[in-house]
Nanobody
């Protein structure tokens, strides 16, 4: 049984910071890409940031240099440091991990989501 556990959400004022954490527990073979997505009420789930096992990262345009994604491969953990938060960043943030089971077979793992609220 594989579990994806997120933490670090909460409420902050505009301009504030939060750090999200996510760990994958259980029997996994090879986690490749890890990332964060977000979903605001009534909207689709959007990619925020992804990072490869080699440390190559990519960000959505709306991040505008405010967020930093990082990971520790040894314990299947990924982080999202969010600075200068804006009200439009309010959403449920989901952690994602992609496992390569065997060549050609991939498995997606998702966390339960953590709420981020940015409001004055």
């Amino acid at each position: 049984q594989v579990q994806v556990v997120e933490s670090g959400g909460g409420s902050v004022q505009p301009g504030g910071s939060l750090r999200l954490s996510c760990a994958v527990f259980g029997s996994v073979f090879s986690i490749t890409t890890m990332g964060w997505y977000r979903q605001a009420p009534g909207k689709q789930r959007d990619l925020v940031a992804v990072i490869s096992s080699g440390g190559i990262s990519d960000y959505a345009d709306f991040v505008e240099g405010r967020f930093t994604i990082s990971r520790v491969n040894a314990n299947h953990t990924v982080y999202l440091q969010m600075n200068n938060l804006k009200s439009e960043d309010t959403a449920v943030y989901y952690c994602h991990a992609l496992e390569i089971v065997v060549a050609g077979l991939e498995v997606d793992y998702w966390g339960q989501g953590t709420q981020v609220t940015v409001s004055s």
